[in-house]
T-cell receptor, first 112, second 116 residues
Framework: KNQVEQSPQSLIILEGKNCTLQ??????????LRWYKQDTGRGPVSLTI?????NTKSNGRYTATLDADTKQSSLHITASQLSDSASYIC???????????FGTGTRLQVTL | EPEVTQTPSHQVTQMGQEVILRCVPI?????FYWYRQILGQKVEFLVS????????KSEIFDDQFSVERPDGSNFTLKIRSTKLEDSAMYFC??????????????FGQGTRLTVV
């Protein structure tokens, strides 16, 4: 069964600090991995998409890494801002079929 | 910037009633999806739709659920007889193409369905 697990469940950091969120997946055959940001009560918004051949992908202060051998990904946020407070969801797509498999997300809170 | 729009933003209905959730996908997209998120839980896949038919559905998507693209722009999710456990945020998404491509899936802002 395809699964995506994330850690930590929640995280509180001070504004300006960096943080790293983790994702492990067991989706096979793997197609691509995405990181989404979801504000409370809103739809997910894509941050990055990576295929198995890509090790790292940046989008502004967000940098995602992917190790397709160990089936792990991370999302690094640098110089955090209050507006970064949201849930960050790791989402994996299989080669076969159309659906995205969502992780449970990491709830990030950035405080003063 | 093109976006997926969903209406209504919040729907309250009595148990046993039928509801229709509406979505307008991005105009040139070809693949359409419904997902749901029960409060405090992860987003779950319901159904995907392509070329006017369902291409994949989850075990959640039972006979009480149906989807339709009646007029080439709207994409609807119907729940025939709502249950309390159908209370959730329902997200519509669309994609230009599918398969192994790295195409972006764009999500709407969701419809919060409350069954009382």
């Amino acid at each position: 069964k395809n699964q995506v697990e994330q850690s930590p469940q929640s995280l509180i950091i001070l504004e300006g600090k960096n943080c790293t969120l983790q994702c492990n997946y067991t989706v096979s055959p793997f197609s691509n991995l995405r990181w989404y940001k979801q504000d409370t009560g809103r739809g997910p918004v894509s941050l990055t998409i990576m295929t198995f051949s890509e090790n790292t992908k940046s989008n502004g202060r967000y940098t995602a890494t992917l190790d397709a051998d160990t089936k792990q990904s991370s999302l690094h946020i640098t110089a955090s801002q209050l507006s970064d407070s949201a849930s960050y969801i790791c989402v994996v797509s299989a080669e076969v079929g159309n659906k995205l498999t969502f992780g449970t997300g990491t709830r990030l809170q950035v405080t003063l | 910037e093109p976006e997926v729009t969903q209406t209504p933003s919040h729907q309250v209905t009595q148990m046993g009633q039928e509801v229709i959730l509406r979505c307008v996908p991005i105009s040139n997209h070809l693949y359409f999806y419904w997902y749901r998120q029960i409060l405090g839980q992860k987003v779950e896949f319901l159904v995907s739709f392509y070329n006017n038919e369902i291409s994949e559905k989850s075990e959640i998507f039972d006979d009480q659920f149906s989807v339709e693209r009646p007029d080439g722009s709207n994409f609807t999710l119907k729940i025939r007889s709502t249950k309390l456990e159908d209370s959730a945020m329902y997200f519509c998404a669309s994609r230009l193409r599918t398969g192994a491509g790295r195409t972006e899936a764009f999500f709407g802002q969701g419809t919060r369905l409350t069954v009382v």
